[in-house]
């Protein structure tokens, strides 16, 4: 044993010691500190929450690189080269600030900051342009169970250099260097802000159960700096079958940075595979070498949730971040890819399939992928994991497509486009609705109703479908047809307020007062800040001669709503048939002051009761 110990004590005293990184500067929020080496960080923690959870130091430690020569840490937070001050470095609770001066004569190096990709996923997120490594400031830095940092600049354009690989030695690294002051900006700041980034729901700060959705909510974005799109990380492949779940949770997702939201890097992604990049999933993608690390996609077709995936991210961008011009230039590429999706049903009976079997012995392969489950559940060549996306009346994929169409002001070839598809797939009931909301922009409301009641056959359990078609039956004066959709509609759904004031107003417009006040009573009862439905139960009211009512229902609607012509007639009529003259003449003149000849019957009738009620002066 003391031979071995010998030995070993011996061994060790020939290996150079390493000193493992500690951090310089340590609040709740942050833990810093600075390579001796070269300008960068070699510990690098935040706890977006102030929890002090800082043991985990994700950056990659220092083992072969060269120091820089003629550098030097002047203290612990400033560097110099040959004397000149370069960098310098001010930490505060949350806040880091960067400091770069210009020294001519002197090229600065930049400041890094470099992960170990093995223990943290980190990822920048901002705007790239296509074939640069570079973000646009300002930016995000998100550290996976950690939280994440907003970094601005005080330059105008400044960017961050911005690399990762995932099969390099000594391990997967993601790198982010802050470029120093230049002779065009001799003096550049960066900001480094740790925050929590995550939806504001009430009661989430006070319950520990929520600190991982607080700190990890936009844990799904992770951008490839060499392929500029969002990927399954910062090292890893852009997959297209996985984007519309990029876009669903950037619906919900506050503001990044100031300027740059979720959405933007939705957009940014989709931009790319518009303008022809390919990814993980996608006929071609990555089978020559490239600067990136991808993994080749081998099977001989797109994976049939690729497209799907791709238009209900689409459809999502558009609807939350109202881009319509965005939609508008990008129409004939979206509905390219429609039509390719659609064509995937090669017998016609309304399912997409890939060109495999699916039966046994033919089962889901590495270069034989149907869809994104293949690896768990083989679905057959009707795979139901794509056609749930592509075609069930719940997806967005085509209801988002005929979004694109009308908010694009291109009805005309909307409607063309939806008929051959209704025509295609006859037995589909999306199509059909969408066909239908189309026709009903353009204002063909009679082939919207036949269009949205052959729907209602082939999907009888979509609510939102049997809406739609009551609420254009009253559209197109079908009252009758409107009341017994709208009774329908309650038979299932007796405490929705606005499907009781909806049936009120159908019953309003055939003169069934009596019935409709009982309607908009159970409206405000239900939802007692619904302020429209007061409007109308005053209306109704005033209509069954129930002035006391109506005055009770004008009265609430102000609480939620201004008042407005109308209402200060329905108030002056009442109260002026409840003999008090004295409230009536006040609101028959709030009525003919705002007006302004809008309502010519209402406003000689108020005239005229104003001679009758007012004292002769």
């Known amino acids: 044993m003391k031979i071995l110990t010998s030995s070993l004590i011996f061994l060790l005293g020939c290996v150079a010691p390493m000193h493992a ?11 810093v500190g600075l390579s001796r080496a070269n300008p960068g960080f070699s ?222 890097l939705v957009r940014m992604t989709l931009d790319r595979y518009l303008a022809g990049a390919k990814g993980y999933g996608q006929v071609g993608y990555a089978c020559e070498p490239t600067d990136a690390d991808l993994i080749p996609w081998k099977t001989p077709w797109t994976s049939s949730d690729t497209l799907p995936s791709l238009l209900i991210a689409a459809g999502n961008y558009v609807q939350s971040a109202k881009d319509w011009p965005w939609a508008s230039a990008n129409y004939g590429k979206l509905l390219g890819w429609a039509n390719e999706m659609m064509a995937a049903d090669h017998d016609g009976n309304g399912l997409i399939e890939y060109p495999g079997s699916g039966n046994y012995g033919d089962r889901p392969l590495t270069d034989k992928r149907p869809s994104n489950w293949w690896d768990t559940i083989n679905f057959g060549h009707e795979d139901a994991y794509a056609n749930a996306l592509a075609l069930d009346p719940s997806s967005e994929a085509v209801t988002g497509l005929a979004n ?29 609705i969408q066909l239908g909301r189309v026709l009903a922009a353009e204002g063909k409301n009679d082939d919207a109703i036949a269009e949205l009641q052959a729907a209602v056959k082939l999907a009888p359990a979509d609510v939102s479908l049997q809406r739609d078609l009551a609420d254009l039956y009253v559209i197109s004066k079908k009252y009758d047809q ?86 200060y007639f329905l108030r002056a009529s009442a109260y002026d048939h409840l003999k008090d003259v004295k409230q009536a003449a006040v609101n028959y003149h709030l009525f ?9 019957d209402q406003e000689w009738q108020a005239k005229h009761r104003l001679i009758a009620i007012e004292p002769k002066r």
């Open 21 to 31: 990184a500690e951090p310089d500067f340590h609040s709740r929020f942050l833990s």
């Open 43 to 264: 510990f690098f923690a935040v706890d977006s929450l102030g929890r002090g959870n800082l043991a985990s130091n994700p950056v990659l430690a220092e083992t072969n690189s060269a120091a820089l020569q003629g550098l030097e840490l002047d203290g612990r937070f400033a560097y110099r080269l040959n004397g000149k001050p370069i960098w310098r470095i001010t930490c505060g609770e949350k806040l880091i600030t960067l400091h770069a001066d210009f020294v001519p004569g002197l090229e600065a190096p930049p400041l890094v900051l470099e992960f170990n990709q093995k223990a943290n996923h980190a990822t920048l997120l901002g705007r790239m342009r296509p074939g640069q490594r570079q973000v646009a400031l300002p930016c995000v830095l998100h550290l996976p169970d950690m939280g994440s940092v907003r970094i601005s600049a005080n330059v105008s354009h400044g960017q961050l250099d911005y690399d990762a690989r995932r099969w390099q030695a000594p391990a997967p690294f993601v790198r982010v260097a802050f470029p120093a002051a230049t002779a065009q900006q001799a003096r550049v700041q960066y900001r480094l802000e740790v925050a929590a980034i995550y939806p504001k729901l009430a009661g989430l700060e006070k319950d520990a159960r929520y600190d991982g959705f607080r700190r990890d909510f936009l844990n799904i974005f992770q951008l490839n700096p060499r392929v500029q799109m969002l990927a399954n990380n910062a090292s890893s492949d852009p997959v297209p079958f996985t984007l519309f779940l990029y876009s669903e949770v950037a619906l919900y997702a506050p503001p990044l940075a100031r300027g740059l939201t979720a959405l933007d």
């Open 404 to 432: 694109i169409y009308m908010r694009s002001g291109r009805l005309p070839e909307a409607d063309v486009e939806l008929r051959k598809l209704v025509a295609a797939h006859p037995d589909q009931a999306d199509p059909r």
């Open 482 to 567: 409107a009341e017994a959709a709208y009774r329908g509609l309650l038979a299932g759904s007796p405490n929705d307020a606005e499907l009781h004031q909806s049936l009120g107003k159908a019953l309003l417009e055939e003169k069934k007062f009596a019935d409709a006040q009982k309607e908009f009573l159970a409206a405000v009862s239900l939802k007692p800040d619904l302020g429209t439905a007061y409007g109308d139960l005053a209306f109704a009211a005033s209509e069954n001669k129930d002035y006391p009512l109506t005055i009770k229902a004008l009265d609430a609607r102000v609480k939620y709503l201004p008042d407005e012509p109308v209402t």
């Open 592 to 600: 003919l002051n705002t007006a302004h000849g809008k309502y010519p």
